[in-house]
């Protein structure tokens, strides 16, 4: 889920729909997308959210596509199947 429809390299109209929070509160779902970056990896079926403040990538969704996580003090690091970095998170 991301707020900012700026991350997106391409965005599709989302009929309806809701994510809920831990606490019960609810926001729209907006669009679904694609972000990426400069490279070819991207994320697909991203939700962008109403007044979502945080970017929030499900961790084990990047796992099940074959993706490595580490987390480091000041950044997360994906990398793909051969051990190349694809993306650089700042956290």
Known sequence: MIGDQ??????????????????DNKRKILR????????SFNI????????????????????DKGYKVVFEPCHCLIFDA?????LILSV
């Open 6 to 23: 700026t991350k997106f390299a391409k965005l599709n109209l989302k009929n309806g729909g809701f994510v809920t929070y831990g606490d």
């Open 32 to 39: 679904t997308g694609i972000i990426s970056n400069e490279s």
């Open 82 to 86: 051969c051990d190349n970095i694809v």
């Open 44 to 63: 697909k079926n991203v939700l962008l959210v109403e007044r979502l403040t945080h970017n929030l990538i499900s961790i084990s969704q990047l796992c």
